[in-house]
């Protein structure tokens, strides 16, 4: 079952609120820095599965920045990973600066400070997990993030035909399959992630 998201269902002076409480919704509460103007669109398209939610988001240019002040009052833990389609990006985290260019991936940590930079239009991949997970299968995840996974080579590639074919067969599996090739994800994220140097 997938749950869409899109700035068109509200007036173009409401969009850039939109936004944010939509990003807020799917995945943990940021501030958001954006141009309000009439031609400012976005949108989310979200698919759960077990241990995992997997989302589309385009979206005009912005700055989306999770904040220690935001950080304090918050009870998100997860681990977030964006693997870029379309435009560029800049994630950055823990002192690193992530380019992402199409094909693209990345990783960032909920429970710390982290800015998200589209300079223009974009569209994204992101796979939303519990950072526990995560971390019980890498540990020192604060060492991973905000660099860039390449994915015309490797595992990243392999992630990449992975979670394109996922998008196009989510909503026609069945729970233990659905459940199998979430397992399966995590597994070649891993993979990917011990990859870095």
């Known amino acids: 079952m997938s749950l869409i998201l899109t700035t068109d269902s509200v007036e173009p002076k409401e969009r850039l609120a939109y936004c944010n409480d939509m990003i807020c919704a799917t995945y943990v509460q940021p501030e958001t820095d954006a141009v309000q103007s009439d031609e400012f669109c976005g949108s989310i398209v979200t698919h759960s599965l077990p241990g995992m939610e997997l989302s589309v988001v385009k979206s005009s240019a912005q700055k989306v920045l999770r904040t220690p002040r935001v950080i304090s009052r918050s009870t998100d833990d997860c681990f977030i990973v964006s693997l870029q389609t379309q435009g560029q990006a800049i994630i950055s985290q823990d002192g690193r600066d992530a ?83 979430a397992n399966g994800v995590v597994n070649v994220l891993v993979a990917g992630l011990q990859s870095l140097p």
């Open 99 to 181: 380019h992402m260019s199409p094909g693209d991936c990345c990783v960032y940590d909920s429970t710390r400070p982290y800015t998200l930079r589209f300079g223009s239009g974009f569209e994204e991949i992101v796979l939303k997990f519990r950072r526990d997970r995560i971390h019980a299968l890498l540990g020192g995840t604060e060492l991973l993030t905000a660099t860039t996974v390449q994915g015309h080579t490797g595992a990243g590639r392999v992630l990449f035909s992975l979670i394109h074919t996922l998008l196009n067969e989510v909503d026609r599996l069945r729970p233990a399959a659905a459940a199998a090739v």
